[in-house]
């Protein structure tokens, strides 16, 4: 088997409620895109008694030796699906991690499709849906990554030709926890996508809504409010809002000059924090 490339595209939330908690998991409702950024997966098959799995690039940094790859591919021999096959996977990081970009469980999600899709193995959507989860709740997300009504019921709705943005994606010189920002939580809002529409995916209604763990990450890291109020200012942006559990905060603009020039303002301002222009898919 010759060397198969993938693009792992990162995560955002557009919008994202917390509505209740189940017995270790919060339920969560969001409005989610993908974005033309991405990591690099390079998948070989090989004669080995074991997966040789390794990280390179700039964002490769004390990546654990358990991590959301080797969990996946731990499942799936468990359940005897890649039937004794071996595989090397090298993946460059160019997403960084504890950003909310959902770089990890996209990396195992598109490794996961990967397989399914050149018939590596056969499973069921049950099959997916669970393994999926015991690697992590945002890992079905990037199974046919698209955009995608996530509702509080755990249901998915894709969408397709969803209007699209121009996105400055900025990061402070440090990480959010997702269990301690979600350990925080104290209140729920009620459901608002139960009944998802392509209408959500409008600027208008986007710019109504909002990422309900700000506040949390705000408190304890005051510098993320300082960073979007900047970008509340920069070029008009139509909204800016934190993604996930943060830390990148994601300012989203309708033309791409305001948001290069965004990006100039930024880099001037905040000289040492890591920022890049994209574009919503």
């Known amino acids: ?11 955002i939330n557009l919008a994202l409620n917390i509505t209740g908690k189940l017995k270790k998991l919060h339920k969560i409702e969001s409005i989610v895109s993908f974005v033309n950024f991405y990591d690099l997966i390079f998948i070989k098959k090989i004669k080995s008694l074991n997966h040789q799995i390794s990280f390179c690039g700039k964002f490769s940094k004390n990546i654990k030796k358990k991590n959301t790859v080797s969990m996946l591919l731990d499942l799936l021999d468990k359940n005897e699906l890649l039937n004794n096959n071996k ?10 991690q504890k ?10 999600a598109n490794i996961f499709n990967f397989f399914i899709k050149r018939k590596f193995i056969k499973v069921s959507q049950s099959q997916i849906k669970d393994i999926s989860n015991k690697i992590g709740s945002d890992v ?10 996530l509702t509080s019921n755990g249901d998915k709705k894709k969408f397709l030709n969803c209007p ?7 990061k402070p010189d440090f990480g959010c926890s997702t269990k301690d920002i979600y350990s925080k939580v104290k209140t729920f809002t009620r459901s608002k996508y139960n009944k998802p529409k392509k209408f959500m995916f409008d600027c208008k209604y986007l710019s109504t809504q ?5 506040k949390i990450a705000f408190l304890k890291y005051p510098k993320l409010r300082e960073i979007k109020n900047f970008l509340l200012i920069s070029n008009n942006p139509a909204f800016v809002r934190m993604t996930g ?5 994601v300012a989203y603009y309708l033309k791409k000059r305001d948001c290069e020039l965004a990006k100039v303002q930024f880099k001037r ?5 890591w920022c890049n222009s994209s574009k919503t898919i």
Do not use: C, D, W
């Open 245 to 249: 559990s943060g830390s990148v905060i």
């Open 87 to 96: 595989f090397q996977i090298k993946i460059t990081k160019e997403i960084p």
């Open 269 to 273: 301002k905040f000289k040492n924090y």
């Open 164 to 170: 699209k943005f121009h996105i400055l994606l900025v």
């Open 210 to 214: 909002e990422n309900a763990l700000e």
């Open 140 to 149: 079905i997300l990037g199974i046919k990554p698209t955009s995608t009504i």
């Open 99 to 108: 950003a909310g970009l959902g770089g990890g469980s996209m990396n195992s």
């Open 1 to 11: 088997m010759s060397i198969r490339r993938i693009k792992s595209y990162a995560k």
